[in-house]
């Protein structure tokens, strides 16, 4: 079993930043990849990037990730951020010998 804890949402304000963060633990020598996605209001689930080891950036958003014997920590760093970013936010793991894990989502709200 893999668990994963969010954490690091809350209010900001547009052109803000802030940062996420979600932790892996349990059988995590299970785990093929993390991603972040997010779900906005009255919206589809979508994928933000998904990564295997170092440092990813896809445009305002930069994705890290370290592992050691114990767990797995995966960040996401939002910069300059608008409201069509408000969403819950969720940490997935997809794993080489079952269903993807989820994390139970962080709410990220954008406004003045």
């Known amino acids: 079993q893999v668990v994963l804890v969010e954490s690091g949402g809350g209010l900001v304000q547009p052109g803000g930043s802030l940062r996420l963060s979600c932790a892996a633990s349990g059988s995590i020598f299970s785990i093929n990849a993390m991603g972040w996605y997010r779900q906005a209001p009255g919206k589809q689930r979508e994928l933000i990037a998904t990564i295997r080891s170092g440092s990813i950036t896809k445009g305002r958003f930069t994705i890290s990730i370290s592992r050691d014997n114990a767990k797995i920590t995966m960040s996401l760093q939002m910069n300059n951020l608008n409201a069509e970013d408000t969403a819950v936010y969720y940490c997935?793991?997809?794993?080489?010998?079952?269903?993807?894990?989820w994390g139970q989502g962080t709410q990220v709200t954008v406004s003045s």
């Open positions: 997935n793991a997809a794993r080489y010998d079952g269903p993807d894990s």
